[in-house]
């Protein structure tokens, strides 16, 4: 007879390793720094003086605990599961990144660091880690590729006004992965006063398990929600995957219930043949990137390979490695979802329910779109409304103008 034995919430081993994924690749002279970073996250997290100003942070800056709301008419209009979002676009800066900055720069300013580095793709977690370094009066650089600040004059406006400074980086192709390389290079070269805010569950240990601390609210929430609110568990959770921190925080508080399922989107942009995609699990392979062990795009020679998807959010050419793991021993299911798709079930979203979802969430939704109708009425779906769209604008008006 098969036991069941293994308990996923416990995540990584000491070393930071999720099965053969994980650990720390980094330069020698990080190692250091490293130790002592995940030494005073233990001790923080272990203070209730620690967690009582985490939660107060959480909520009156973030504006904690988001809804759990049912979402009537989208439940209708498939007429399958019953569906719940998981509200955490209401939160400060629009969407949930900002629940593992501020847990980030609680600690920093608990280890007497002065200056906050962070590299940015969309310009997303630039911004809100901005956003808590203009609020606790830190310095604060954002590194970011010279492709991307082109394409994102909004967000690299928001961080100036927030008081950041914004390194363009001009090596490789000029993304994120270029920006995550120079992020890594200046902290290297300033160790003693410096604090990196990463802003996905990736990164060298203990940054997967840390960022994963900070967004599990997000599950311990809509557990505590879903009981009051339907008297059990969910039967399942669905939440897009860029570095995989929404999803890791709504999962984490259920990894362990056997009877909850759990699905993980990736963005297969314009096709999972196409080469122009970000679904690291579904259309990568093993290899190293950003300090870890995990799925990457990369060719043949080990090259990592850009992302492609219609949300600059989801553009990542990595994956964490928890998620690397759950997906090997199966725990977690993972599925792709393509621009067009994510397109069409963010339209109905904001028809069905008022609510305009970042494009990154619409992947999720999409899922939610293909699964709701095959499930019986006393199904219970929760997905992860990681962000609104107000940032997708231009993007999608110009989609549309293609499309018409
Ligand atoms: C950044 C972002 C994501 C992707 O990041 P994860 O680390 O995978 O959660 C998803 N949704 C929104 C709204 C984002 O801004």
Redesign the pocket.
Known sequence: MHHSTTHYSQGADARGHFGQFGGRFVAESLMPLILELERQFNAAMAEPGFLAELDRFQAEFVGRPSPLYFAERLTELYGGARIYFKREELNHTG???INNCIGQILLARRMGKTRIIAETGAG??GVATATVAARFGLECVVYMGATDIQRQHDNVARMRLLGARIVPVTSGTGTLKDAMNEALRDWVTHIDNTFYLIG??AGPHPYPSMVREFQAVIGRETREQMLVREGRLPDSLVA????????MGLFHAFLDDAGVQMIGVEAAGEGLHSGKHAASLQGGSPGVLHGNRTYLLQDDDGQISDAHSVSA??DYPGIGPEHAWLHEQGRVEYAAIDDRQALAAFHVCCRQEGIIP?L??AHALAEVARRAPQLPPEHLMVVCL??RGDKDMPTVLRLMEEQA
């Open positions: 969407a949930h990144k997303m977690h996905t569950v897009c995957i860029g570095g995989g921190s929404n999803a959010g989801l970042a990154e969430t990681s962000g």
